[in-house]
């Protein structure tokens, strides 16, 4: 039933244009409440002409276009129709306030909006070129930003929020083409970015997140339309799907996106559908997929090579005949990319003066080779450190030996970090924390602070492994010779009953 819902409702804002009225709005103005900075806050920047209302300022009769119009600090209730190709601009998104009821109207080409909080939305039809950048859309009425048969229109770098947005829209294309949808933030409504009959066009860093207000929410939704590139956007939290591929027709691409807990679907393909493609071959890779549960311990375009890459070993399987080939492991975090994943230590306790082996490994998860520094600290002191270089989609693990000689008695937690390198963005992980390390008299096996029987009972039970062995206790390997033998019991012999 919920299916059968939801289908309705997406269909219905998608297809049918029920929900679109007729966009023919008076130029009259409504009411103009600004600041006290000017009595006249609307300026025409190229002719130094000032106006008491942003429709008054496009309305006036000037003989060359490519106009900017400025608007100072305010709330702009008025009934706007962008005739001409201007750049109309607000002083400050945060204090600069437009209230077109029922949106702003674009009627021309090559026009920019920009710097505004908007109340309702922006609606182009039949016109190119429209640039829609650094806006904040609120309360808007059924869809945020719709463009009708509009091509290399930029919509980048927005924020648009409806809280409990039943039957609303974010951003929704149709019949365009060569459009851009870039670096949005989308959040509160049942759709965030939908296409329909719109080809050619890039949808990329957006990042869209769900509302546990809204039961079916979409966060791509994409139907009739073909030859369309999703790349770098995060979807999150979606209750009904991440994406949804609603009819058979379409042929679109899919890569370096991070999809994340979306409760019923991370995709949810039209069972005709098998043309879309989810990742972009290897070394670049494909998707991040939160419930992926593939391991990476292979490399390699058929994932058959020894080390990590990043790249899960077993595709992830999609509705129908659709697999993303190349999951990402790891949330996409750009071309430049370094990554700490683990880090480990020979022991748990070491005895003041004697050897411990540090493990780290790293991953460069970028598409080139990077050459950068790795350093491992217990606490916030240097232990050792490293050049690396390392190539596209390869790992490594590198071993510091820390002498602990001079070394105060205490628990240390060991941390690696690996530098930031040119164009690196995601760098949460570039350092790393994994557990502790207690270093104590030689012969405190269990790292209690004394030397007694209970390291004893240790050494005993350790007495004569190796590495690999069932009973192989690398505490009880004093000496750090990879042996639990003699050489071990001399030194707990020669510490017992010392403590720290």
């Known amino acids: 039933m919920k299916l059968k819902a939801v289908s309705g409702i997406m269909l219905?804002?998608?297809?049918?244009?029920?929900?679109?009225?007729?966009?023919?709005?008076?130029?009259?103005?409504?009411?103009?409440?600004?600041?006290?900075?000017?009595?006249?806050?609307?300026?025409?920047?190229?002719?130094?002409?000032?106006?008491?209302?942003?429709?008054?300022?496009?309305?006036?009769?000037?003989?060359?276009?490519?106009?900017?119009?400025?608007?100072?600090?305010?709330?702009?209730?008025?009934?706007?129709?962008?005739?001409?190709?201007?750049?109309?601009?607000?002083?400050?998104?945060?204090?600069?306030?437009?209230?077109?009821?029922?949106y702003i109207n674009v009627t021309a080409h090559n026009v920019t909006i920009t710097t505004f909080t908007i109340r309702y939305g922006v609606y182009l039809k039949d016109y190119n070129n429209l640039t829609i950048t650094n806006i904040r859309i609120v309360n808007f009425i059924y869809i945020s930003i719709d463009l009708v048969n509009s091509n290399n229109s930029i919509i980048s770098n927005n924020e648009i929020y409806y809280y409990a947005g039943n039957e609303t829209i974010g951003i929704l294309l149709r019949y365009s083409f060569f459009c851009t949808i870039e670096d949005n933030i989308l959040s509160g409504m049942m759709g965030g970015i939908a296409m329909d009959y719109s080809h050619n066009n890039t949808v990329r860093g957006n990042s869209i997140v769900g509302s546990p207000l809204i039961p079916d929410d979409v966060g791509l939704a994409v139907g009739r339309s073909s030859d369309n590139t999703f790349i770098g956007n995060t979807v999150k939290e979606q209750s009904f799907a991440g994406v949804w591929i609603l009819d058979s027709l379409t042929r679109n691409f899919f890569f370096h996106n991070n999809f994340i807990d979306n409760v019923m679907f991370q995709v949810r393909v039209h069972p005709l559908s098998n043309t879309t493609i989810w990742d972009n071959g290897y070394p670049s890779g494909g998707n991040y997929w939160s419930d992926y549960t593939g391991v990476d311990v292979k490399s390699g375009p058929y994932q058959n090579e020894t080390g990590?890459?990043?790249?899960?070993?077993?595709?992830?399987?999609?509705?129908?005949?659709?697999?993303?080939?190349?999951?990402?492991?790891?949330?996409?975090?750009?071309?430049?990319?370094?990554?700490?994943?683990?880090?480990?230590?020979?022991?748990?306790?070491?005895?003041?003066?004697?050897?411990?082996?540090?493990?780290?490994?790293?991953?460069?998860?970028?598409?080139?080779?990077?050459?950068?520094?790795?350093?491992?600290?217990?606490?916030?002191?240097?232990?050792?450190?490293?050049?690396?270089?390392?190539?596209?989609?390869?790992?490594?693990?590198?071993?510091?030996?820390?002498?602990?000689?001079?070394?105060?008695?205490?628990?240390?937690?060991?941390?690696?970090?690996?530098?930031?390198?040119?164009?690196?963005?995601?760098?949460?992980?570039?350092?790393?924390?994994?557990?502790?390390?207690?270093?104590?008299?030689?012969?405190?096996?269990?790292?209690?602070?004394?030397v007694n029987i209970l390291d004893a009972i240790k050494l005993a039970g350790a007495f004569g492994s190796k590495p690999d062995d069932d009973n192989w206790n690398p505490n009880a390997d004093i000496n750090s010779d990879d042996s639990v033998n003699i050489l071990d019991a001399i030194i707990l012999a020669g510490n017992f009953g010392e403590t720290v």
């Open 308 to 450: 990590s890459d990043g790249i899960g070993d077993t595709p992830y399987g999609i509705e129908g005949n659709n697999q993303d080939n190349y999951p990402l492991t790891k949330p996409y975090g750009g071309p430049y990319d370094i990554g700490i994943t683990n880090i480990t230590t020979s022991k748990t306790v070491v005895g003041q003066g004697y050897n411990l082996s540090i493990g780290i490994k790293i991953v460069n998860y970028g598409i080139n080779s990077e050459i950068f520094g790795a350093t491992a600290y217990a606490n916030k002191t240097a232990i050792n450190q490293r050049q690396i270089t390392l190539t596209s989609r390869n790992s490594t693990i590198i071993t510091f030996a820390w002498n602990t000689t001079g070394v105060p008695y205490s628990n240390y937690t060991i941390t690696a970090n690996a530098t930031i390198v040119l164009g690196e963005t995601d760098t949460a992980d570039n350092t790393y924390t994994d557990g502790w390390v207690v270093v104590t008299i030689p012969g405190d096996i269990n790292g209690d602070g004394t």
């Open 12 to 102: 219905a804002l998608l297809f049918t244009g029920v929900l679109i009225v007729a966009f023919s709005i008076a130029s009259g103005i409504v009411k103009v409440s600004v600041s006290p900075q000017s009595s006249l806050p609307v300026h025409n920047i190229n002719t130094g002409l000032n106006y008491s209302a942003i429709q008054e300022a496009i309305d006036a009769n000037e003989t060359f276009g490519g106009h900017t119009i400025l608007a100072d600090p305010g709330t702009y209730t008025e009934n706007i129709t962008v005739h001409k190709s201007i750049t109309l601009t607000g002083t400050n998104k945060d204090n600069t306030v437009i209230e077109a009821t029922p």
